[in-house]
């Protein structure tokens, strides 16, 4: 890398344009806004640090126009002599309509030159202005879009084109979080009011992302207001949540807090089966940025969460569940010149997990715990040519340790000192204006087990009309990482690592796309994707006690595969905001010891989030004097299950007691049959306004399955004494559900 640096330092000649994007108002970093200059056809989008790039340009007089979702088009002309290296510092006004701001969109600016294959970006205004149950989600929203899923009403887990929550590397200002949730997967960790950005690469995402076989969501927190300082408060049923932000004499700040609020209300309904003795949860978020010189910028970023619950379940049992993240983020910008900019970055990131349940007298426990620490450094360099280059080393140390004890004494205990490194290179090649191709390569090693892995990645770009552009890509992609999860509860997932005959799971995919603009604020964009997955390892579900087992043998090594296509029909100009999203997808799994028939051969099953269908239309109207409605309605084929068809009595007898009888249920196989399919509406309607002339307000009341719709989420099956088998139906959200928001910006 050094080398790089010293060859590309040597060769700076020739007139640029550079510089960085901001919010006019607010001093933020515009990520993905566009600079284009109209009189040869050129132009860049801004990195994560809201920096562009357009050298090789001869001296003259030029046109240019920067463009981002939500805000005025700059124009400007601007005369460049020869050997200029004009530093162009962009700030956009935010418009003043405020649904022009509010944007779910496939990485989508005004000009649709931004728009890539496989990504889905989310504004957090949108976020806030949806319908959401008690808490506005960022993972709720995401599961609106094409190739996402969600499990049920109580999880905000993310189900990225037939891959579980595991497969999506999940990355807070560039940190790891091992589980991203609240309230046992509710609510997932990010709040709302401190995030500035969220990216999800579906698929087929570059070379500079790693350590994941199916997708990638990078979200990005807020820098902090650096022309003046503002604050939030907002009062909801399940939390509240503050924030500051401002500048100081060299950059800016953002604190930000979020805590739930359920406590009295838990005090009122007192004693009563399944209301907890004592719950809470929390976030904090923080960032700091210093500006060193106009070419350094140092950020540190910090954020910590967590959750108790202490619930007495079925009169003689007790259930005690802590759980929560920690990250660190130190981050060094620097411009070597106007072509070359580099990101240096420290990470840190915690994550713990105690659950605790005691039956009758027996105490059982779980301690799980992660310590990642890592070092990375990124270089893009624009070479002014047809050819702008990224390269990057990515290198850390992952500890794991797991111990489960019964009765209070040890019955299993895992602990590993994992290394690993990585480096990748890539190239994005636009032979003229209307074709690109980013071609990349990732080179990792682990070194329990010095598991080596090489990942190519291809993607090609063509606009044969202005209005329409086509996509392909195709690649490969490894994950060292299988997650243990728990639906009902998150708090008691684990991770565990490829080691010494654990090989890491890998994948190939293949992705389409056309992107169509339609007529101004109305696009069409149609993907479909095939994607494997290989040596997926999860640990044995027949094997009763892990006690005594070599590590490689705890687990069962299968197979998988996902297909689909999706479409996303949206307007996102005028007072009327809305997008239809639909997917047809189609994922199965294949273990060798699942499903087997006479001979031993196993036979693919579909895992639980394998949908056929799945719908969603979302929409949101301004109504004028600060009113606003919105509505989602969704749809989705029923969830697999897995149905008995025939019991059998099974006869012990005991010395002590006699006969016993037990009933068992048998089915031919796993997730043989479906639930009936799955439909719900959210409406809600918003005021703004001014409060006592001190602050402005948003006041938000929402209905979530507002026409009632019993959707289930499980069924449960029990042999009665008489011989009778009961079917207990569990519903998700059985009636509608109110939702009250408070909110005051200062």
Same mark, same amino acid.
């Given at each position: 890398m050094l080398c790089f640096v010293s060859q590309v330092g040597l060769a700076q000649q020739g007139v640029s344009i550079s510089g960085f994007v901001t919010d006019a108002e607010t001093g933020e970093s515009l990520i993905a806004a566009n600079v284009f200059i109209e009189d040869i056809l050129r132009g860049a989008s801004t990195n994560a640090s809201g920096y562009y790039a357009i050298p090789g340009l001869s001296a003259g007089q030029y046109r240019l126009r920067c463009t981002y979702v939500g805000y005025q088009t700059m124009h400007r002309v601007v005369t460049l002599t020869d050997g200029e290296l004009l530093r162009l510092n962009i700030a956009l006004e935010p418009t003043t309509t405020a649904f022009d701001e509010v944007v779910v969109t496939g990485e989508q600016t005004l000009e649709d030159e931004a728009r890539n294959l496989g990504v889905a970006a989310l504004n957090t205004e949108t976020v806030k202005l949806l319908p959401a149950v008690f808490e506005p989600d960022v993972f709720r929203i995401l599961q609106l879009l094409p190739g996402v899923t969600a499990a049920s009403d109580y999880s905000s887990g993310l189900y990225v084109r037939g891959g579980n929550p595991g497969q999506t590397n999940i990355?807070?200002?560039?940190?790891?979080?091992?589980?991203?949730?609240?309230?046992?997967?509710?609510?997932?960790?990010?709040?709302?009011?401190a995030i500035k950005d969220v990216r999800l690469f579906k698929g087929g995402f570059p070379a500079s992302y790693g350590g994941s076989l199916g997708s990638v969501l990078d979200v990005?927190?807020?820098?902090?207001?650096?022309?003046?300082?503002?604050?939030?408060l907002s009062l909801g049923m399940l939390a509240s949540r503050a924030i500051i932000e401002g500048p100081h004499p060299k950059g800016s700040y953002m604190f930000a807090v979020r805590r739930s609020t359920l406590e009295p209300l838990l005090n009122v309904l007192g004693d009563r089966e399944g209301i907890p003795d004592r719950f809470y949860f929390y976030d904090l978020n923080a960032k700091v940025n210093l500006d060193l010189t106009q070419d350094d910028i140092l950020t540190v970023s910090a954020y910590r969460g967590a959750d108790l619950l202490e619930l007495g379940i079925l009169g003689d049992a007790e259930l005690d569940l802590r759980y929560g993240n920690a990250t660190f983020t130190g981050n060094w910008t620097h411009l070597f010149s106007e072509k070359l900019l580099s990101v240096f970055t420290i990470t840190n990131a915690r994550?713990? =997990?105690?659950?605790?349940?005691?039956?009758?007298?027996?105490?059982?426990?779980?301690?799980?715990?992660?310590?990642?620490?890592?070092?990375?450094?990124?270089? !893009?360099? *624009?070479?002014?040519?047809?050819?702008?280059?990224?390269l990057g080393l990515w290198a850390g140390q992952f500890i794991a340790p797991l111990r489960t004890f019964f009765d209070k004494t040890q019955a299993f205990s895992w602990r590993r000192k994992i290394r690993y490194a990585s480096v990748y290179v890539q190239d994005t090649f636009?032979? =003229?204006?209307?074709?690109?191709?980013?071609?990349?390569?990732?080179?990792?090693?682990? !070194?329990?087990?010095?598991?080596?892995?090489?990942?190519?990645?291809?993607?090609?770009?063509?606009?044969?009309?202005?209005?329409?552009?086509?996509?392909?890509?195709?690649?490969?992609? *490894? !994950?060292?990482l299988t997650l243990v999860t728990n639906e009902t509860f998150s708090g008691f997932d684990f991770w565990l690592t490829s080691a010494e005959g654990v090989a890491p799971a890998y994948g190939d995919q293949f992705i389409l796309g056309a992107k169509l603009t339609l007529a101004p604020g109305l696009t069409l964009d149609?993907?479909?994707?095939?994607?494997?997955?290989?040596?997926?390892?999860?640990?044995?579900?027949?094997?009763?006690?892990?006690?005594?087992?070599?590590?490689?043998?705890?687990?069962?090594?299968?197979?998988?595969?996902?297909?689909?296509?999706?479409?996303?029909?949206?307007?996102?100009?005028?007072?009327?905001?809305?997008f239809v999203a639909y997917t047809l997808g189609?994922?199965?799994?294949?273990?060798?010891?699942?499903?087997?028939?006479?001979?031993?051969?196993?036979?693919?099953?579909?895992?639980? *989030?394998?949908?056929?269908?799945?719908?969603?239309a979302v929409v949101s109207y301004d109504l004028g004097r600060?009113?606003?409605?919105?509505?989602?309605?969704?749809?989705?084929?029923?969830?697999?299950?897995?149905?008995?068809?025939?019991? *059998?009595?099974l006869y012990l007898t005991d010395l002590t007691i006699g006969e016993v009888e037990t009933a068992v249920l048998v089915s031919p196989s796993l997730n043989n049959g479906r639930l009936p399919a799955y439909h719900r509406l959210d409406v809600g309607v918003r005021k703004g306004g001014r409060f006592f002339g001190i602050a402005d307000y948003q006041l938000s009341l929402q209905a979530i399955n507002a026409y009632s719709r019993r959707n289930i989420w499980f069924i449960v099956y029990d042999v009665e004494e008489d011989g009778r088998i009961d079917k207990t139906v569990v519903p998700q959200i059985p009636i509608p559900l109110p939702n009250l928001s408070f909110t005051l910006t200062f």
């Amino acid at each position: 890398m050094l080398c790089f640096v010293s060859q590309v330092g040597l060769a700076q000649q020739g007139v640029s344009i550079s510089g960085f994007v901001t919010d006019a108002e607010t001093g933020e970093s515009l990520i993905a806004a566009n600079v284009f200059i109209e009189d040869i056809l050129r132009g860049a989008s801004t990195n994560a640090s809201g920096y562009y790039a357009i050298p090789g340009l001869s001296a003259g007089q030029y046109r240019l126009r920067c463009t981002y979702v939500g805000y005025q088009t700059m124009h400007r002309v601007v005369t460049l002599t020869d050997g200029e290296l004009l530093r162009l510092n962009i700030a956009l006004e935010p418009t003043t309509t405020a649904f022009d701001e509010v944007v779910v969109t496939g990485e989508q600016t005004l000009e649709d030159e931004a728009r890539n294959l496989g990504v889905a970006a989310l504004n957090t205004e949108t976020v806030k202005l949806l319908p959401a149950v008690f808490e506005p989600d960022v993972f709720r929203i995401l599961q609106l879009l094409p190739g996402v899923t969600a499990a049920s009403d109580y999880s905000s887990g993310l189900y990225v084109r037939g891959g579980n929550p595991g497969q999506t590397n999940i990355l807070l200002d560039r940190t790891k979080i091992y589980n991203p949730s609240h309230v046992f997967g509710f609510f997932s960790t990010f709040n709302p009011d401190a995030i500035k950005d969220v990216r999800l690469f579906k698929g087929g995402f570059p070379a500079s992302y790693g350590g994941s076989l199916g997708s990638v969501l990078d979200v990005t927190n807020k820098d902090g207001n650096r022309r003046e300082r503002h604050g939030g408060l907002s009062l909801g049923m399940l939390a509240s949540r503050a924030i500051i932000e401002g500048p100081h004499p060299k950059g800016s700040y953002m604190f930000a807090v979020r805590r739930s609020t359920l406590e009295p209300l838990l005090n009122v309904l007192g004693d009563r089966e399944g209301i907890p003795d004592r719950f809470y949860f929390y976030d904090l978020n923080a960032k700091v940025n210093l500006d060193l010189t106009q070419d350094d910028i140092l950020t540190v970023s910090a954020y910590r969460g967590a959750d108790l619950l202490e619930l007495g379940i079925l009169g003689d049992a007790e259930l005690d569940l802590r759980y929560g993240n920690a990250t660190f983020t130190g981050n060094w910008t620097h411009l070597f010149s106007e072509k070359l900019l580099s990101v240096f970055t420290i990470t840190n990131a915690r994550y713990f =997990s105690t659950p605790t349940a005691v039956f009758a007298g027996t105490e059982i426990r779980q301690e799980n715990r992660i310590y990642d620490t890592s070092i990375r450094a990124d270089l !893009q360099y *624009y070479s002014g040519a047809r050819n702008d280059w990224e390269l990057g080393l990515w290198a850390g140390q992952f500890i794991a340790p797991l111990r489960t004890f019964f009765d209070k004494t040890q019955a299993f205990s895992w602990r590993r000192k994992i290394r690993y490194a990585s480096v990748y290179v890539q190239d994005t090649f636009k032979p =003229s204006h209307n074709w690109q191709v980013k071609a990349g390569v990732r080179a990792s090693f682990l !070194q329990e087990g010095r598991h080596y892995r090489i990942e190519p990645r291809l993607s090609v770009e063509h606009h044969p009309w202005e209005r329409v552009r086509l996509q392909a890509a195709v690649g490969r992609y *490894y !994950q060292y990482l299988t997650l243990v999860t728990n639906e009902t509860f998150s708090g008691f997932d684990f991770w565990l690592t490829s080691a010494e005959g654990v090989a890491p799971a890998y994948g190939d995919q293949f992705i389409l796309g056309a992107k169509l603009t339609l007529a101004p604020g109305l696009t069409l964009d149609s993907e479909v994707y095939y994607r494997t997955m290989r040596d997926l390892f999860e640990p044995d579900p027949f094997l009763s006690d892990a006690a005594g087992f070599e590590y490689a043998d705890l687990f069962l090594f299968g197979k998988g595969w996902a297909r689909g296509f999706e479409v996303l029909l949206q307007r996102n100009q005028g007072r009327l905001f809305g997008f239809v999203a639909y997917t047809l997808g189609k994922t199965e799994r294949t273990f060798p010891t699942i499903n087997t028939n006479n001979e031993g051969i196993a036979a693919g099953y579909p895992p639980k *989030y394998d949908r056929l269908h799945d719908v969603n239309a979302v929409v949101s109207y301004d109504l004028g004097r600060r009113w606003e409605v919105s509505a989602i309605f969704s749809y989705a084929t029923g969830q697999a299950l897995t149905e008995p068809t025939a019991r *059998y009595h099974l006869y012990l007898t005991d010395l002590t007691i006699g006969e016993v009888e037990t009933a068992v249920l048998v089915s031919p196989s796993l997730n043989n049959g479906r639930l009936p399919a799955y439909h719900r509406l959210d409406v809600g309607v918003r005021k703004g306004g001014r409060f006592f002339g001190i602050a402005d307000y948003q006041l938000s009341l929402q209905a979530i399955n507002a026409y009632s719709r019993r959707n289930i989420w499980f069924i449960v099956y029990d042999v009665e004494e008489d011989g009778r088998i009961d079917k207990t139906v569990v519903p998700q959200i059985p009636i509608p559900l109110p939702n009250l928001s408070f909110t005051l910006t200062f």
